[in-house]
């Protein structure tokens, strides 16, 4: 079949087939929500799809989930949702050259890196701190965003095409949105026990097909949605669309980065290798962290002080000490946090790793010398972040050169495991 009577209906309803296969779609969440926009996405002919989940798959996903598959999630071995999407839109996607690529992994712990080359990002995880994140990345590195959420037979769908500082933002709709959040099945649980319904197929199906024409849009270049924010009640029918104006005092980012300069470092070198390469263009670095880095924290018991050194993203809960002492040390150290790095710092003799900082992401920089503020891209690429799957050359696309873990019989190529 020709490409022109395969997607005839599509071009007469405005879409152009190049355009969607040059497209590159960052999925953050791959439940209910992901699975639907990416079945429609697949079969639109998108040329990318990247996923990007931790959790699991759950027998409750499957009614309301298309892409993932019955038989492999039955299975003793632990299903990830990110891979089951992939491999799910991977076999019916009508690209030419489909490339789906996932990663079971925190989007915080990727980084930037995992949306360098993308089109538009898709907020489709629960957790609304993950939202603002991505609505401040988004931003950031001047990507549109499409965001949506539903319970029971109420939903919505927002998209951002964030073209000018004085856009509103997402956050700027949820200016009160802070750190923490739940997952989908602890969310399902919850929602059940206060009497509410959680999400069916056919609440995810019209959602989720809503936020993927709204992707289409904006790979066209079309904003019709843009700052708006689309309510719909499934069994009324009811709707309303609200425009949302800038809040002066939004919490989230109203600024890009503009150019972004490539640096020949990467993530396992160390803040001072970092800092030696911006010597041509920036006299007095400043290596601003996008997560704020706790080096200690008191025990949320006794009180005495708790090293942690992680990224503020990798701390689930308040430190316990492996054995408090007999007096509390109530009103010691308390909670000591790092944003910033200076060449004399200490912490500039870790390795970027060890901060949160991953392949090909993106640091804002400072030069105390000069005031300018400027952003760099660490060494790397997406097949640094991601399992990359491609058809098989019986089947038009790339050859085949090793089965995944856990894969179907589909011919497919991986060229990095993610599990």
């Not at 907020?123 to 603002?132: G, K, L, Q």
């Not at 993927?212 to 069994?235: C, N, Q, S």
């Not at 990224?311 to 492996?322: F, H, I, L």
């Not at 408090?324 to 909670?335: D, I, K, M, R, Y």
């Amino acid at each position: 079949m020709s490409e022109d009577s395969l997607f005839s209906r599509e071009r007469a309803a405005g879409y152009d087939p190049t355009v969607l296969e040059n497209a590159v779609v960052a999925l953050v969440g791959c439940g209910a929500a992901g699975n639907n926009i990416a079945q429609s996405l697949s079969l639109l002919g998108a040329g990318e799809l990247r996923f990007i989940d931790p959790d699991v798959v759950e027998k409750s996903n499957l009614p309301r989930s298309p892409l993932f598959n019955v038989g492999r999630a039955e299975g003793k071995r632990r299903r990830h949702k990110a891979s089951e999407c992939a491999h799910g839109a991977l076999a019916i996607s009508h690209a030419r050259a489909p490339v789906v690529c996932f990663a079971v992994s925190r989007i915080e712990e990727l980084g930037y890196g995992a949306f360098m080359d993308a089109s538009v990002i898709v907020a489709a995880a629960d957790a609304f701190p993950v939202r603002a994140w991505l609505s401040d990345a988004a931003r950031l590195l001047g990507i549109p965003l499409v965001e949506l959420g539903f319970s029971g037979h109420r939903g919505h769908v927002s998209a951002w095409a964030y073209r000018g500082e004085e856009a509103a933002c997402w956050r700027c709709a949820h200016p009160r949105v802070e750190h923490g959040g739940v997952g989908c099945s602890l969310y399902a649980r919850g929602v059940s026990a206060l009497g509410m319904v959680p999400a069916t197929q056919p609440l995810a199906g019209v959602f989720g097909n809503l936020a993927a024409a709204h992707v289409a849009e904006l790979i066209h270049g079309r904003h019709a949605l843009d700052g708006k924010i689309v309510h719909f009640d499934i069994l009324s029918g009811q709707s309303r669309v609200v425009e949302v104006t800038v809040d002066p005092s939004c919490p989230g980012v109203h600024r890009g980065y503009g150019e972004v300069r490539p640096v020949p470092v990467g993530p396992d070198q160390m803040v001072s290798e970092l800092m030696n390469a911006l010597g041509g263009f920036c006299k007095e670095p400043l290596v601003h962290l996008r997560a704020v880095y706790v080096k200690s924290a008191p025990c949320r018991l006794c009180g005495a002080t708790v090293e942690i050194g992680r990224p503020e993203w990798a701390v689930s809960s308040a430190p316990e000490c492996r054995a408090c002492p007999e007096v509390p040390q109530f009103g010691g150290a308390g909670l000591d946090v790092v944003s910033t790095i200076e060449p004399d710092d200490e912490l500039s003799e870790l390795r970027l790793a060890e901060l949160g900082v991953g392949a090909a992401d993106v640091l804002e920089v400072a030069d105390r010398a000069s005031g300018s503020r400027f952003a760099v891209r660490l060494k790397g690429s997406i097949d640094d972040l991601f399992t990359t799957l491609t058809k098989d050359a019986r089947n038009g696309a790339r050859g085949s050169s090793k089965k995944p873990v856990g894969a179907t019989d589909a011919p497919t190529k991986e060229h990095k495991s993610g599990e």
